[in-house]
């Protein structure tokens, strides 16, 4: 004869997993569906620097989602046509291209007033560039962004007024997407660590460097919010940019060990 305890044993797992069934029905929880997850979407990358060493990272990941059946279309700067290396993918240019091999000094050290000089460009063209993302977005149905951050404030801008999740891929400038106290960068004027520095130092990169860098970008900050205010854009890209999710392409031992935020990876 059945012990009745382990019947009743028995029975518990099943009482457990009805009860879980009836309550996620009573809460109208959202019931995932592998064929919806599964169907293929529309996804815009976007760059206004463009070239391979801003693009290469994120075109390695778009040709495994072409592969997987999603419609991946490129916009940005020049004419980007690896056609062998990455099959399947389109192209919509913004323009000429930023920076080509001719204008590149490569023995130059580039530092915040060089990226102020960008900023000072991508603002110029800020009203056009916005443009052809919303148009590429509506005309292509696009489901995702996925946005290099660097001197990109119009992809980002885009995909959050369409209310459309976005991806930020850097193969540097982590201190960019997730700041620490204890962390800087030779960009800013300042070593990578200021462990070892004097509390001058420390001061001057804590609380000095920052105020000289805000200053050197706040007329085209200003300029840039007075042309979003004038097209009725919601301004989003602040100090960090707001991403869905940030993506480093970085190694273990190149950048000083730090906590990530959940959506850093």
Known sequence: MINKNLIFLLLIPVLLLNQVHVNAVAQDYFLRNIDIERSPKNILIGSYIGGRSHLKPMLDVAIILIERGHNVILLTSGKYEPSSEYPGLKQISS????????????????????????????????????????????????????????????????????????????????QMMDPKPYKSDPMFGCNISLENESFFERFRCTLIQPLQITYAYRPFTRQLNDIREQMNIKSVSGKVPKVTLALINIFFGFELPQSLAPNVQ
């Open 95 to 174: 323009g000429p291209q930023y920076v080509t091999a001719k204008s590149r000094n490569i023995h130059k050290d580039v530092d915040y007033r060089s990226l102020a000089h960008l900023m000072e460009i991508t603002t110029a063209s800020y009203n056009v560039t916005y443009e052809k993302f919303k148009n590429a977005a509506k005309e292509n149905n696009i489901d995702l962004f996925i946005c290099d951050p660097i001197a990109n404030h119009v992809c980002i801008d885009a995909a959050n007024n369409l209310n459309k999740p976005v991806v930020g891929f850097t193969s540097s400038f982590m």
